[in-house]
């Protein structure tokens, strides 16, 4: 399958829907997830086009791992969290939604359960978790 230009990720990318980003480099974007699991919830993209795993670049793969290894840091120490998942579907049968490559990084409590999926979340707070990350790299 060809990739779409006009998926919401390659919208956010290009600046024509809003989004909290948190952190970017030459190759990554970094940015709050709207319908969080958990306080913290993010997702980490590459800057280039690619579905999935699946058709990924090797340079895309390494970019877009060393980004999701430094916010599931980043994540662990804003929130004070015991644990962090990361997580990567890949085409529709996988539990892919958005068909730009992205991992999912969600700082995790012991004995603290995520929410429910698909449901939005509060912008206020999320814009707080996202100062909370970003304060997390400064520091």
């Known amino acids: 399958m060809?990739?779409?230009?006009?998926?919401?990720?390659?919208?956010?990318?290009r600046g024509e829907i809003p989004s909290t980003r948190v952190y970017e480099d030459d190759?990554?974007?970094v940015f709050m997830d709207i319908m969080?699991?958990?306080?913290?919830?993010?997702?980490v993209i590459p800057k280039t086009?690619?579905?999935?795993?699946?058709?990924?670049?090797?340079?895309q793969l390494s970019a877009v791992i060393a980004t999701t290894q430094k916010m599931a840091r980043a994540v662990m120490?804003?929130?004070?969290?015991?644990?962090?998942?990361?997580?990567?579907?890949n085409e529709s049968a996988g539990g892919q939604e958005v068909y730009h490559l992205h991992f999912h990084v969600l700082p995790r409590h012991d004995g603290v359960k995520p929410r429910a999926p698909g449901q939005m979340g509060d912008m206020d707070a999320i814009a707080t978790h996202a100062e909370k990350i970003r304060a997390a790299l400064e520091g």
Not at 2 to 13: E, Q, S, V
Not at 36 to 43: E, K, N, T, W, Y
Not at 49 to 59: I, K
């Open 27 to 29: 190759e990554t974007l």
């Open 49 to 59: 086009p690619c579905r999935n795993l699946l058709d990924a670049s090797e340079g």
């Open 77 to 89: 120490k804003a929130f004070d969290a015991q644990g962090v998942t990361v997580q990567q579907f």
């Open 2 to 13: 060809d990739y779409d230009p006009d998926n919401i990720f390659a919208k956010i990318l």
């Open 36 to 43: 969080p699991r958990v306080d913290g919830h993010l997702l």
